[in-house]
């Protein structure tokens, strides 16, 4: 985890209500990802960034928007969130195409 | 498209005896394979990983994992299982061609109980 911190670590919500997410690293890595894990799914990526304000959609982006406007910080927002929505998410971040990916502490968000 | 399959949902085993946990993996191309370990309540922690060379790959903890292309599998293994190798274990792939771009597909992990 060092390195990468996301804040908060925990969050309960209400359905409807927008929520932001925040990954900081201090590892001046070029690449940052936000993945949801749930049960016998692992983790699916939800967006990722390449630069600053370049981010590209993952295979579970309907419901999440992301901004990445320094090198350091990727927020994930869910516009208006949703009970299924209810998920640990991870961010995480790596130097290049090929490098390991490097991953937060997570955040557990439950939507009520 | 990219997938990877944990066939085991569990694994159980005595403390000292050898550990395996499964992987097979389908991509187009060719495959970059990590096995990353999560302990509860703690993000995913980086294991060992295969790109290119040689087809056993040694890893932290003791662990190493064996790439074998012919049968799609990269096996994570330990020859003397520790109560603390306890956690949830997963696979993942990523597709080498540029098409493909910079997605990591996990498999679904597969929980290790180590017993006393």
């Known amino acids: 985890d060092a390195g990468i911190t996301q804040s908060p670590r ?3 919500t209400e359905t409807g209500t927008p929520v932001t997410l925040r990954c900081h690293q201090t590892e001046n890595h070029r690449y940052m990802y936000w ?7 692992g983790l699916r990526l939800i ?26 910080d990727f927020l994930l927002t869910l516009e208006s969130a949703t009970s299924s929505q209810t998920s640990v998410y991870f961010c995480a971040i790596s130097e290049g195409l090929a490098e390991t990916q490097y991953f937060g502490p997570g955040t557990r968000l439950l939507v009520l | 498209a990219q997938s990877v399959a944990q066939p085991e949902d569990q694994v159980n085993v005595a403390e000292g005896n050898p550990l395996t946990v499964k992987c097979t993996y389908s991509v187009s191309g060719n495959p970059y394979l990590f096995w990353y370990v999560q302990y509860p309540n703690r993000g995913l922690q980086f294991l060992l990983k295969y790109i290119t060379g040689d087809n056993l790959v040694k890893g932290s903890y003791g662990f190493e ?8 599998s ?8 520790l109560v603390s190798d306890s956690a949830l274990y997963f696979c993942a792939v990523r597709d080498r061609s540029k098409a493909a771009g910079n997605k990591l597909t996990f498999g679904g992990g597969t929980r290790v109980l180590v017993k006393p």
């Open chain 2, 74 to 81: 990269f096996h994570l293994k330990k020859p003397s299982a």
């Open chain 1, 35 to 41: 993945y949801r894990q749930d049960p016998g799914h």
């Open chain 2, 65 to 72: 994992a064996e790439f074998n292309k012919s049968q799609t």
């Open chain 1, 47 to 72: 967006h990722y960034s390449y630069g600053v304000k370049d981010t590209d959609k993952g295979e579970v982006s309907d419901g999440y928007s992301v901004s990445r406007s320094k090198t350091e």
């Open chain 1, 10 to 12: 925990h969050k309960v």
